[in-house]
């Protein structure tokens, strides 16, 4: 399952019964028809404008003898009033399947284990870093092929010519800046991180902020399907950024394609300045810098 936009729909009456449990939901009825396997999820919650770690219940609630199907969403660590709103969720972890519990308590006590769960999944300082090694390369080349089919999905011309092959991760493995994080058991991100002189970078129609300092780069960024929407290429960028600083370099440069939105918009909320189009192997992209060091 990945879904790449928020479900968004309106906040209807429930029955009351999370609040007595100590899991208030809002009950959802959403704009569009969902298609969503029933179960418990870690999702995002948004409203009044403000991102929230949550839990979304789709189901019939077998536990209460109940029938009708609900979309439910639980957010933690707070308990807003949401009745009559607009609400809009994004599952991005399936936690478990639907179950009859075979009592109240059982159910309270699942709950408390999903949202332990569920933080965790959401929380971005909940990864594992290692510096790629041969034995990783089938695992990387599975995440580049997810991260190419969904290109090709969404009508992005980025990666549709075979780049990044395995001779470009080789490639990476023998320059050691090849990383891998993955996110506890569930899935990975790879990344190049590189300090060499990118040729490509060599001419810009525009104009870096840096001339003649080292840079750093992030090539060849792919995130596993499964742990799509959990912000890992943001902790990449986060962690390359200071991989850069303790080595004394000053600025970070990436590019991207055009219609690469969820990765322009990762760009611009890192604080990056676009400098100008360049020309990579395969085309134009859009070009990026940041200062990461004084
Ligand atoms: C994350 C999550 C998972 C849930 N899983 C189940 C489940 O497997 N089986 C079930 O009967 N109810 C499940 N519930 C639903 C609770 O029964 C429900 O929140 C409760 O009945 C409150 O509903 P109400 O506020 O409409 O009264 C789940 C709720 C949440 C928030």
Redesign the pocket.
């Known amino acids: 399952m990945y879904i790449t936009d928020y479900i968004t729909g309106t906040v209807i009456q429930?029955?009351?019964?999370?609040?007595?449990?100590g899991?208030?939901?809002a009950?959802v009825q959403p704009d569009k028809p969902v298609s969503l396997e029933?179960?418990?999820?870690a999702a995002w919650v948004r409203y009044e404008g403000k991102r929230h770690k949550g839990?979304?219940?789709v189901?019939?609630?077998?536990?209460?003898n109940?029938q009708e199907l609900?979309y439910?969403?639980?957010v933690i660590d707070a308990t807003p009033r949401l009745y009559g709103k607009q609400i809009a969720f994004k599952p991005v972890y399936k936690?478990?399947?639907?179950?009859?519990?075979r009592s109240?308590k059982e159910?309270i006590y699942?709950?408390k284990n999903?949202?332990f769960s569920?933080k965790k999944i959401l929380s971005s300082n909940h990864s594992f870093h290692i510096l790629a090694r041969r034995y990783d390369v089938p695992e990387i080349m599975k995440i580049m092929e997810q991260a190419k089919r969904r290109m090709r999905e969404q009508g992005i011309d980025q990666w549709q010519d075979g780049y990044p092959d395995e001779a470009a991760i080789w490639n990476d493995l023998k320059r050691h800046q090849g990383h891998v994080f993955r996110k506890f058991c569930l899935g990975s991100v790879y990344a190049a991180i590189v300090f060499d002189e990118d040729p490509y970078y060599e001419k810009i129609d525009g104009q870096w902020l840096s001339s003649g300092e080292p840079y750093m780069t992030v090539h060849r960024l792919a995130v596993q399907d499964i742990i799509l929407g959990l912000d890992m290429a943001r902790h990449v960028f986060k962690y390359a950024e200071k991989r850069a600083r303790v080595t004394g370099v000053k600025w970070f440069r990436i590019d991207t394609h055009h219609d690469n939105i969820p990765m322009r918009n990762l760009i611009r909320n890192f604080g990056f300045t676009f400098c100008g189009i360049v020309q990579v192997r395969d085309g134009e992209r859009l070009a990026y810098e940041k200062r990461v060091l004084q």
């Open positions: 429930g029955l009351g019964n999370g609040r007595k449990f899991f208030p939901t009950n029933k179960g418990a999820y839990m979304l219940y189901g019939t609630r077998p536990t209460l109940l609900t439910e969403i639980h936690i478990a399947e639907e179950k009859r519990f109240r159910l699942a709950l999903y949202k569920a």
